[in-house]
């Protein structure tokens, strides 16, 4: 992916020459203006020249495998552009460096001259490289630049049901098995097993969702092929909600908390993807005998699956084997031609659509790769058999058999811009959730995003995370109440080659405690051992990203690679238990992303104002009480989060922030600082510890904030008044957190004023006293998709009036300790698929008119009085009120 390399150098490049404008503005010594005038023109000329030759990669690379002259040509413009950008990342630094008096500037700016002329000469190796490109081009294969418009990025394809084509009746069996004879008092034992790609956690997972009501506890994970018995349990006791604190208990101790909860309740567990039969045998005391339980485990391994034979458990086996033709056909249609009404595959396609599924043979995820693949491609069977045309290439190789050769050919078509965002995804650890927004800030940062028309970072990166789920590349795990992908998983069989892909290629590695591990040329280490002895290794000047998955790390260890890795861009320490940052860390002029989130660091030193370069730096929920001075100087910084470790009451507790932080005027996000008189006419995004008397600032400083997206305000307890009537919300907010009492002579007035928020779509309020008469100011949200009132509701009854919030999706009211009717007329609420009351002690009736509700999903009642709860239970001609 050489391509993608390219692309993110070329960025590099432009920014650079963004600066020779104000450069040559500055007073320059004569040798330094005349070294510097030679070095821009040697920039300009090697962009160029790279757009060129990235160009000609798009069209060649996928050939690498195949012709080894193309394969040679391709890893020395990989190493070269490495190179240059080592060239791009220290010319930069070197022109902002701008500490020091005068005399000291001067003297730094003679030594310069000498390592511009150096990097000049670096930068003419590209012509070099661009001779030994046209004496090797592959004929028929140099220039012409793909044109074809590639943006279903643009939108998002819901996961459907059609990946249970062909394993209808195993989903029918397996539902038969686990709940048939649901009162026998056994253990019961199924497993589904079959190859990687064939679809045994979406059977699995489907009937999983259908079954678990008929369970008390239900419980869902994943074990992956490396796993220790102690964590093992702990994700088991995590899955089966019990909230004992677990974090220090040894296998004994976690076997008896396991143990005790379940006994008496009929539960179920899915193991998923189990790689040993040791996983089962030693963790299967653990749970209770004499009780009903259903245990369903997925594997690769037949071995696996027999684990299910002993006497005293029945034997439960399915065998996932591979589409035949009819289910294959079926399978690829859903997918490739899922916009069509009918999904039928046009007749001047059918052949090559039968060559297509030829080479998947029968596996349902390489179907669902190719289909994708196609589904963004013309229907033309021109273009369909230029992609048929690549597989063929590969195939006559070898290289990769099987499905993989299907998902390389996935790979290798994706536009170059998502290339490096999905091999980042790789290397995160096997089966981990990855959260939506981690990963877009490390996708910036790290340059692999460009700005397009009309669309902020963040759109763009989270449309590429978008296409890669679209793509069969990346599973969602979870999404929100809006649709929007919270957090995404990959598919082992899809990560063991990318892994292989980013490995050879330079872009990444995994540390899992080798004693003989080599970084090379890589850039980014992804650290997932707790021995990180080895790594003291000096001389990676080359690493630009440093990642931590282990709690226990020792950061001292890393300290040596810190030091000599001056061109860092990305350290993320999320989850590690580290008190304070070694020293290192402070000269990292290139590091854009500092992560602390979860860690336990206590305190950041003055010197963090020499990250002059930060953009994002993450330190919610940790042991800061409090932000140093130096952290106003950090003038790139675009977001900041910052909060304390627990929560007093229903609010986080802020960290408190230094005065300057008002002149960081690029800030996007502001999170959960503590407010004071000082800061609260920074940008905010979430404010906590508000104060009445900071409100009237509060409310100057966010109408000046005309691009606000999200906001949330927390008062410093919920018995503080925060009198908000001045507040004129800006129009491009969609999300509102409001978390204290508001001034109940002028609530009205303060929600009537909300009328011009047609973009809000998420309100929250706590503690807000509302009542009948001031509920129904909040009917001017049309918009709305999602309210939460938590312990915002005090009057006795509450009514939804006709064609009031026709779009929401989600009603939650939590702590209406005074509520005993709902009233609902006909025509309110007509999108509603999800209404909660929780706490609502005198709510003695089920709401009326609920049967208007056409679209409602789920109705839960938690914490009512018991007469509402056997008024439920009645049949429905019996029930009354």
């Known amino acids: 992916m050489a391509e993608a390399v390219l692309g993110v150098l070329i960025g590099k490049i432009g920014a650079a020459l963004a600066n020779e404008a104000a450069t040559y503005g500055a007073s320059l010594v004569c040798r330094e203006a005349s070294s510097l005038k030679g070095l821009f023109g040697e920039i300009r000329k090697a962009e160029g020249e790279l757009e060129i030759m990235k160009a000609y990669l798009h069209d060649t690379e996928k050939f690498k495998d195949i012709n080894e002259t193309t394969?040679?040509?391709?890893?020395?413009?990989?190493?070269?552009?490495?190179?240059?950008?080592?060239?791009?990342?220290?010319?930069?630094?070197?022109?902002?460096?701008?500490?020091?008096?005068?005399?000291?500037?001067?003297?730094?700016?003679?030594?310069?001259?000498?390592?511009?002329?150096?990097?000049?000469?670096?930068?003419?190796?590209?012509?070099?490289?661009?001779?030994?490109?046209?004496?090797?081009?592959?004929?028929?294969?140099?220039?012409?630049?793909?044109?074809?418009?590639?943006?279903?990025?643009?939108?998002?394809?819901?996961?459907?049901?059609?990946?249970?084509?062909?394993?209808?009746?195993?989903?029918?069996?397996?539902?038969?098995?686990?709940?048939?004879?649901?009162?026998?008092?056994?253990?019961?034992?199924?497993?589904?097993?079959?190859?990687?790609?064939?679809?045994?956690?979406?059977?699995?997972?489907?009937?999983?969702?259908?079954?678990?009501?008929?369970?008390?506890?239900?419980?869902?994970?994943?074990?992956?092929?490396?796993?220790?018995?102690?964590?093992?349990?702990?994700?088991?006791?995590?899955?089966?909600?019990?909230?004992?604190?677990?974090?220090?208990?040894?296998?004994?101790?976690?076997?008896?908390?396991?143990?005790?909860?379940?006994?008496?309740?009929?539960?179920?567990?899915?193991?998923?993807?189990?790689?040993?039969?040791?996983?089962?045998?030693?963790?299967?005391?653990?749970?209770?005998?004499?009780?009903?339980?259903?245990?369903?485990?997925?594997?690769?391994?037949?071995?696996?699956?027999?684990?299910?034979?002993?006497?005293?458990?029945?034997?439960?086996?399915?065998?996932?084997?591979?589409?035949?033709?009819?289910?294959?056909?079926?399978?690829?249609?859903?997918?490739?031609?899922?916009?069509?009404?009918d999904e039928r595959c046009p007749t001047e396609l059918q052949d090559l659509a039968a060559k297509f599924l030829g080479k998947c043979e029968g596996l349902p995820l390489a179907i669902a790769c190719i289909g994708n693949l196609l589904f963004f491609k013309p229907p033309a069977p021109s273009e369909w058999k230029k992609v048929y045309d690549e597989l063929e290439l590969q195939s006559t190789k070898h290289v990769i058999p099987g499905a993989d050769m299907i998902l390389k050919i996935s790979l290798e078509d994706l536009p170059y811009e998502l290339k490096n965002c999905f091999l980042h995804c790789a290397l995160f650890p096997e089966d981990s959730e990855m959260n939506r927004r981690r990963?877009?800030?490390?996708?910036?940062?790290?340059?692999?995003?460009?700005?397009?028309?009309?669309?902020?970072?963040?759109?763009?990166?989270?449309?590429?995370?978008?296409?890669?789920?679209?793509?069969?590349?990346?599973?969602?795990?979870?999404?929100?109440?809006?649709?929007?992908?919270?957090?995404?998983?990959?598919?082992?069989?899809?990560?063991?080659?990318?892994?292989?892909?980013?490995?050879?290629?330079?872009?990444?590695?995994?540390?899992?405690?080798?004693?003989t591990f080599s970084m090379d040329v890589t850039r980014r280490l992804f650290i997932q051992s707790r021995n990180i002895a080895p790594l003291t290794q000096s001389g990676v000047r080359h690493l630009r990203a440093i990642h931590a998955f282990q709690s226990s790390i020792d950061i001292d260890l890393l300290r040596p690679m810190l030091a000599s890795s001056i061109l860092l861009s990305t350290l993320d320490l999320q989850g590690t238990q580290i008190k304070m940052l070694p020293d290192e860390v402070f000269s990292l002029f290139n590091l854009r992303f500092l992560g602390l989130r979860y860690s336990r660091i206590e305190v950041l030193p003055e010197a963090v104002g020499r990250l002059v370069n930060l953009e994002v730096l993450d330190a919610f929920n940790t042991g800061l009480l409090s932000l140093p001075k130096g952290v106003a100087k950090l003038k790139k910084l675009r977001f900041l989060y910052a909060t304390q470790q627990g929560r007093i009451g229903q609010v986080w507790s802020g960290t408190e922030v230094p005065r300057g932080i008002r002149n960081l005027t690029g800030l996007h996000a502001l999170q959960c600082v503590k407010a004071s008189s000082d800061n609260v006419m920074s940008l905010l995004c979430w404010i906590s510890s508000v104060k009445s008397e900071h409100c009237l600032n509060l409310c100057s400083a966010i109408m000046n904030m005309s691009q606000l997206v999200h906001l949330s305000i927390a008062a410093t307890n919920e018995n503080e008044v925060l009198p908000l009537e001045a507040l004129r919300l800006p129009a491009t907010l969609s999300k509102l957190e409001l978390v204290g009492q508001l001034e109940k002579k002028r609530m009205d007035q303060t929600l009537s004023s909300w009328s011009h928020l047609t973009s809000l779509t998420q309100l929250i309020l706590g503690f807000s006293k509302l009542d009948e008469g001031s509920f129904s100011s909040l009917v001017v949200l049309h918009g709305l998709r999602h309210l939460d009132l938590t312990e915002a509701y005090d009057g006795i009854k509450l009514c939804f009036l006709v064609q009031s919030f026709p779009r929401l999706r989600h009603l939650g009211i939590w702590g209406a300790r005074r509520l005993k009717h709902v009233e609902i007329e006909e025509g309110a609420l007509g999108s509603l698929a999800e209404l909660w009351f929780q706490k609502c002690p005198e709510l003695k009736c089920v709401p009326r008119g609920i049967e208007n509700l056409a679209s409602l999903e789920e109705l839960l009642l938690e914490d009512t009085t018991e007469e509402l709860t056997e008024k439920l239970c009645q049949k429905p001609e019996t029930r009354n009120g």
């Open 71 to 341: 394969g040679i040509f391709v890893k020395k413009i990989r190493d070269l552009a490495f190179r240059i950008e080592d060239v791009v990342d220290e010319f930069t630094y070197k022109l902002e460096d701008k500490h020091g008096g005068f005399a000291a500037k001067m003297k730094k700016r003679i030594k310069r001259v000498k390592i511009w002329h150096r990097l000049a000469l670096e930068l003419r190796s590209i012509e070099e490289a661009a001779k030994r490109r046209d004496r090797y081009a592959l004929p028929g294969y140099i220039g012409g630049i793909d044109h074809h418009d590639r943006s279903p990025h643009q939108t998002m394809a819901f996961v459907r049901e059609e990946d249970l084509v062909g394993i209808e009746d195993k989903a029918k069996k397996l539902k038969r098995w686990l709940v048939g004879y649901v009162e026998e008092r056994k253990h019961k034992v199924i497993t589904v097993w079959g190859m990687g790609g064939v679809g045994k956690t979406t059977l699995v997972d489907h009937v999983y969702k259908i079954v678990k009501e008929d369970f008390d506890v239900a419980a869902w994970v994943t074990v992956s092929k490396n796993y220790h018995v102690e964590d093992l349990l702990k994700k088991i006791a995590t899955g089966l909600g019990i909230t004992d604190d677990t974090s220090s208990m040894e296998k004994r101790s976690l076997g008896e908390v396991i143990c005790n909860h379940l006994k008496g309740k009929r539960y179920i567990l899915v193991l998923d993807d189990v790689w040993e039969k040791d996983v089962w045998i030693s963790i299967m005391n653990v749970f209770p005998a004499n009780y009903i339980s259903r245990f369903v485990l997925t594997s690769r391994y037949k071995e696996v699956a027999s684990l299910a034979s002993s006497s005293e458990i029945r034997k439960a086996e399915g065998e996932l084997e591979l589409l035949e033709e009819r289910n294959s056909w079926n399978l690829f249609c859903n997918v490739a031609f899922r916009n069509n009404d």
């Open 439 to 515: 990963l877009i800030r490390h996708w910036i940062t790290a340059g692999f995003i460009k700005e397009k028309a009309n669309k902020m970072l963040e759109e763009v990166a989270e449309g590429y995370l978008n296409d890669l789920v679209n793509r069969s590349l990346l599973q969602v795990v979870e999404r929100n109440e809006f649709g929007r992908v919270k957090s995404c998983r990959m598919h082992d069989v899809i990560r063991s080659l990318a892994l292989e892909k980013a490995e050879n290629e330079g872009f990444g590695r995994i540390y899992e405690g080798s004693t």
